[in-house]
């Protein structure tokens, strides 16, 4: 457990350039609405996944394979995003 949560707390240090996309994409003028947004869904996944996690621990047998898999799946998620869904990175005029 310790060596998988050493690879996921590297892994959030590396997902941090996200907030260079933000920055590179939204409008100049537009640049704290969209840094705005970004925090706000960010903490709210931030409190929803404990909670979630916490119920699936609690309704079940106590394992944490299924989150375990919860996670791991909202990693590729996020990452196929990236690969598929970033296109070419330049500001949006607006």
């Known amino acids: 457990m ?9 892994a959030n240090g590396l997902a941090s350039f996200s907030w260079v996309l933000v920055t590179e994409i939204a409008p ?13 869904f960010g903490n709210l996944a931030g409190i929803v996944v404990p909670i979630v996690i916490g119920y699936m621990i609690g309704g079940g047998d106590g394992s944490f394979a ?3 898999m919860l996670i791991a799946g909202i990693t590729i998620g996020g990452a196929l995003s990236f690969l598929f869904l970033v ?3 330049e500001r949006i005029e607006a």
């Open 66 to 68: 299924l989150p375990l």
């Open 2 to 10: 310790i060596a998988i949560m050493c690879v996921a707390f590297f």
């Open 87 to 89: 296109d070419k990175v």
């Open 28 to 40: 100049e003028r537009m640049l704290g609405v969209a840094g705005g947004v970004f925090n706000v």
